[in-house]
């Protein structure tokens, strides 16, 4: 790994910039940005397993008087939360005639279809099937063994996390014109961040790839067995940045940030160095199926937790309520134009005219 300019923490976590270059004569990256290396962690990713788990929404969009529609792959689902609080979920469509039971209410765990009133607590009736569901207490996820087609896993794998009573926790969700793997290639493209997103980063130097230690690929040796939650997702095998967030005028918080992708529509940014570390940024890409025009459609659902270790950061976690919308706003900032540039991907690869 090539070395990385100093991390110096200082007892003030923001720092003002100096000497930084405009936006037109920083670096070129294109050199870098092999587009052979990203096709090759992207193939990677790929194959590695999912135990058939999709990303359907956040944990907090789950409501007690209503169930949560989303949709994987073209089919119809909804989730909500059944008599004991645990989640249940299953077919959107009423066995009876069809009804959207999205649009039905719940009473004491019970979802109640508003066509005829079949009932359903989350369990096989009357032609209705449920499927497993997940809550790791951020994101719901659902195993479609049908569609997914591998061996399939008990839970999710998923990345270790901060203490979640020490971290902010949000999720953005959007969707776009591409497939998966279109989400997947723009994460494990880091070196566009400075360029697509001066906004909001500047400084920004890869200062490892994959290529320089490769990762373990035996899912096994992925156990982490302080994880209760899953697998831990190969830190040494992703691509090392140094970059510095930039938040006002030349006020910026540098940091350097692990990117890994330890499954097929996964990639997970962990920043080891700097203010905040231990804090994730995990990007679950879930196709949606096509649009009225035969176009895929993929949704991206983006979890942010953020975490530090100094004494302040207590305010930081009772001022959560105010923070996780600007956090949001935040990421839907970046994604509006990490959409495009997804789309784009898409787009040129559908018409053959996709570079490589």
Same mark, same amino acid.
């Given at each position: 790994m090539k070395p990385g300019r100093p991390r110096i923490r200082t007892a003030v976590p923001l720092v003002l910039r100096?000497?930084?270059v405009p936006w037109d004569?920083?670096?070129p990256t294109w050199r870098d940005a092999a587009p052979a290396v990203i096709a090759r962690e992207l193939k990677r990713a790929q194959a590695r397993p999912s135990g058939n788990w999709y990303v359907v929404g956040a944990s907090r969009a789950l409501r007690e008087d209503r169930p949560l529609a989303c949709e994987v792959a073209g089919r119809e689902l909804? #989730?909500?939360r059944g008599p004991d609080g645990r989640p249940v979920a299953g077919p959107g469509a009423c066995p009876h005639l069809g009804a959207p039971l999205s649009d039905s209410p719940v009473r004491c765990g019970t979802l109640v279809c508003h066509w005829h009133g079949l009932a359903l607590n989350g369990t096989l009736f009357a032609g209705w099937n449920p499927l497993p569901v997940h809550d790791d207490g951020v994101l719901l996820w659902l195993r479609l063994d049908d569609i997914g087609g591998e061996a399939p896993l008990d839970r999710p794998a998923l990345p270790p996390r901060p203490d979640p009573r020490r971290a902010v926790a949000t999720v953005y969700t959007g969707s776009g014109v591409c497939?998966?793997?279109?989400? #997947?290639?723009?994460?494990l493209d880091p070196w566009h961040g400075a360029w697509l997103h001066p906004y909001s980063f500047v400084d920004l130097t890869v200062v490892g790839s994959p290529g320089d230690q490769e990762a373990p690929e035996d899912p096994e040796a992925l156990e982490d067995p302080g994880n209760p939650e899953g697998r831990a997702d190969p830190q040494d095998g992703g691509f090392t940045v140094d970059v510095s967030f930039k938040l006002a005028w030349r006020v910026v918080v540098p940091v350097r940030a692990v990117f890994t992708a330890p499954g097929p529509r996964t990639v997970?940014?962990?920043?080891?160095e700097g203010?905040?570390?231990g804090s994730v940024v995990e990007t679950h890409a879930t196709p949606l199926g096509d649009d009225e025009r035969g176009r895929p459609r993929t949704a991206v659902t983006e979890a942010v937790l953020a975490t530090s270790d100094r004494a302040g950061f207590t305010v930081a976690l009772r001022a959560a309520p105010v923070l996780r919308p600007l956090m949001r706003a935040a990421a839907a900032r970046l994604w509006r134009d990490d959409l495009a540039y997804a789309e784009r991907r898409r787009h040129l690869r559908s018409t053959g005219r996709f570079p490589g």
């Open positions: 100096r000497g930084g004569r920083q670096r909804v #989730v909500w497939d998966p793997e279109d989400i #997947v290639a723009n994460r997970v940014m962990r920043i080891v203010e905040g570390a």
